[in-house]
């Protein structure tokens, strides 16, 4: 009777397959937080109920009053032919997020230009307030 000279292995080392994971996991919650709206801005904070995540136009207004629509800077003049192009693309909803250092005439001067072009269904987007 010959003996076989090697043996199978019945274990598999998931050791290393752990520990990719774990460096996926890291790297997912540290990069979450940056793909949500792309400029960076101190929103508000109020306390409402969550509504689901609806598709349609970000529009950004900085400390400063630069208007940016998505993640792109859009000159005053130019706001209104540019919101009108991305509607062409996307269904007329406008999500209006502003700074808490912005100063409220810049906010309701780029909220009545997106009224004037049209489009009824804006959000204002705040951070939720914490208890």
Same mark, same amino acid.
């Given at each position: 009777m010959k003996r076989?000279?090697?043996s199978s292995l019945a274990e598999i080392n998931i050791?290393?397959? /752990?520990? /990719? %994971?774990?460096v996926l996991l890291i790297v997912f919650m540290l990069t979450a937080p940056f793909l949500q709206a792309? $400029?960076?801005?101190?929103?508000?904070?109020? &306390?409402?109920? $969550? *509504?689901?995540?609806?598709?349609g136009i970000t529009v950004s207004v900085d400390r400063d009053g630069t208007v940016f629509i998505g993640k792109r800077e859009v000159k005053w003049?130019?706001?209104?032919?540019e919101l009108k192009k991305e509607l062409e693309t996307n269904?007329?909803? /406008?999500?209006?997020?502003?700074?808490?250092?912005?100063?409220?005439?810049?906010v309701m001067r780029v909220l009545a230009r997106i009224k004037? %072009?049209? %489009? &009824?269904? $804006?959000?204002? *987007?705040?951070e939720q307030e914490e208890n």
């Amino acid at each position: 009777m010959k003996r076989k000279r090697y043996s199978s292995l019945a274990e598999i080392n998931i050791t290393n397959l /752990v520990d /990719v %994971i774990m460096v996926l996991l890291i790297v997912f919650m540290l990069t979450a937080p940056f793909l949500q709206a792309g $400029v960076n801005l101190n929103l508000p904070k109020a &306390e409402a109920k $969550v *509504i689901e995540e609806k598709r349609g136009i970000t529009v950004s207004v900085d400390r400063d009053g630069t208007v940016f629509i998505g993640k792109r800077e859009v000159k005053w003049r130019e706001f209104a032919a540019e919101l009108k192009k991305e509607l062409e693309t996307n269904p007329p909803r /406008v999500f209006l997020r502003a700074d808490t250092k912005t100063e409220y005439g810049k906010v309701m001067r780029v909220l009545a230009r997106i009224k004037m %072009i049209g %489009i &009824e269904d $804006v959000g204002l *987007i705040a951070e939720q307030e914490e208890n």
